[in-house]
């Protein structure tokens, strides 16, 4: 399995507060991705980095900001929670960006209420 | 825009049987196609990875075919097993920095 942690595994907030999800790898890998997965919806791109500092925006960014300081560390801010951001969050990684295989993490369970 | 849907949204075979699982996608200009596993709960695996100038991948008893010009897709899993139950997704990367994801199947395997 590739080494991807995610953490926390589960959140629950309040609306209006902060959140902060991280995601580390082992794999040195250039790519890592940020997705929602919602009943419905499957599987959304949130944000996504090509490097260290190096961030871009996915199908359903807004509300969501990224950083990236290290290769190893992806790290994903709710700015201030909403309760339509309750959802399954997952970190991906990819050596090649389109064309290799993509490795996911656990997920973090984030409930807002 | 790019969409990925897949049928049947689920499946129910007995243990044995030979099943096919279909994706489809509207634009057929595609860079690659994965197929991925998801057990309850969990992350998702890749299973196969097509890229758009290959027709199939093969991984023990799975088997993955590709058809750009037709928009389609079909993963194929032979002598079906409990284990192997999960919901299979697929996913198409059309060039950009996304993959587009499918809905998945349900898979149920019986003894």
């Known amino acids: 399995d590739a080494g991807i942690t995610q953490s926390p595994r589960h959140k629950v907030t309040e609306t209006g507060t902060p959140v902060t999800l991280r995601c580390h790898q082992t794999?040195?890998?250039?790519?890592m991705y940020w997705y929602r997965q919602d009943p419905g919806h499957g599987l959304r791109l949130i944000h996504y980095?090509?490097?260290?500092?190096?961030?871009d925006k996915g199908e359903v960014s807004d509300g969501y900001s990224v950083s990236r300081s290290k290769t190893e560390d992806f790290l994903l801010t709710l700015e201030s929670a909403t309760s339509s951001q309750t959802s399954v969050y997952f970190c991906a990684i990819s050596e090649q960006q389109g064309n290799e295989k993509l490795f996911f993490g656990s997920g973090t369970q984030l409930s807002v209420l | 825009k790019q969409e990925v849907t897949q049928i049947p949204a689920a499946l129910s075979v007995p243990e044995g049987e030979n099943l096919v699982l279909n994706c489809s996608f509207t634009d057929s200009a595609i860079y690659n196609l994965q197929w991925f596993r998801q057990d309850p709960g969990k992350g998702l695996t890749s299973l196969l990875l097509?890229?758009?100038?290959?027709r199939e991948q093969t991984s023990g008893r799975l088997n993955a075919s590709l058809d750009k010009s037709s928009g389609r897709s079909t993963l194929y899993i032979a002598a079906s097993q409990p284990g192997d139950s999960a919901t299979y997704l697929c996913?198409?990367?059309?060039?950009?920095?996304?993959?587009?994801f499918g809905p998945g199947t349900r898979l149920s395997v019986l003894p």
């Open positions: 980095s090509y490097g260290v500092k190096d961030t």
């Open positions: 794999e040195n890998h250039r790519y």
């Open positions: 097509i890229q758009s100038s290959q």
């Open positions: 996913a198409v990367n059309d060039y950009g920095q996304n993959f587009v």
